[in-house]
């Protein structure tokens, strides 16, 4: 698949990007795919073409631009290493919901000026916290996001006064989530909360239990299940393929 490196200009700097688009034809819906904690990688950019294969341009954003150029994380390892764990934390840490929405704003102008992407609404995927990402998105910024995903993504429902829940009554997007079970970062009471959230908010949704832990869709997580895996391309498939146009 085609795939094009380039910035994002930011209120905070410049982002690294990477635009993936099928191999002909066009222009078409766009797609921001945010990854998970490692951040943007091989990994995703390989799953970026994937998606891009279904008829999509799809945008892969480094949300750790600010750390400017970072050391990979070993997938494997970094949460039982404890310096790397710590280096990890401070990083995601620095990617609040305000961050989020602000170079969410960049990344959904900068797909408008791009010849390879039609429309001025689109879909937002992400896994762990990326799927968090997606779901803030949606809710921060309404009007710009049409098909909301996310995969095994924690932190949906939480204490906080910024928990994406809250942000339901905002959102205007068709909201799928695919969740992992025994997740801690997810519960069932939690998919509960989020059901009755998006429910009083009128939002067309879908959260369906997938029999795979944290991390199933991304390779290179040591939890990664090739099953769910297929399960979750299905999924995007076919919600985008309906919600996206």
């Known amino acids: 698949m085609p795939r094009i490196s380039d910035t994002v200009t930011t209120d905070d700097g410049s ?5 993936h688009t099928p191999d002909s034809g066009g222009p078409w819906p766009g797609v921001i795919m945010y990854p ?7 990994t995703f950019r390989a ?3 994937r998606l891009a294969g279904y008829g999509y341009a799809v945008l892969v954003p480094d ?7 970072w050391a990979p994380f070993t997938m494997s390892t970094v949460f039982e290493d404890p310096v790397e764990r710590s280096r990890l934390s401070g990083m995601i840490a620095k990617v609040t919901p305000d961050v989020m ?18 429309g001025e609404s689109f879909g937002t995927t992400g896994y762990c916290m990326g799927g968090r990402t997606s779901l803030v998105v949606a809710g921060r910024l309404p009007e710009r996001v049409a098909a909301a995903m996310s995969f095994h993504g924690g932190g949906l429902v939480t204490d906080a006064a910024d928990s994406p829940h809250l942000l339901a009554d905002q959102i205007r997007a068709a909201v799928y989530v695919g969740a992992a079970k025994s997740d801690r970062s997810f519960t069932a009471a939690d998919g509960e909360q989020l059901d009755k959230a998006l429910t009083a908010a009128g939002v067309d949704h879908v ?20 099953p769910a895996a297929r399960r979750h391309w299905d999924a995007m498939h076919s919600f985008f393929g309906t919600h996206l146009v």
């Not at 982002?15 to 635009?19: A, H, I």
């Not at 929405?101 to 039609?118: H, I, T, W």
């Not at 959260?207 to 090739?226: C, L, Q, R, T």
């Open 207 to 226: 959260i369906e239990w997938y029999s795979a832990f944290h991390g199933f869709a991304v390779p290179d997580n040591g939890p990664y299940d090739e």
């Open 15 to 19: 982002c690294p990007v990477s635009l």
């Open 101 to 118: 929405a602000s170079d969410a704003a960049a990344f959904f102008d900068y797909l408008v000026g791009r010849p390879e992407v039609r």
């Open 36 to 42: 998970d904690a490692g951040g943007a990688r091989p």
């Open 47 to 49: 799953m970026a073409d």
């Open 63 to 69: 949300v750790y631009y600010r750390d400017g150029d």
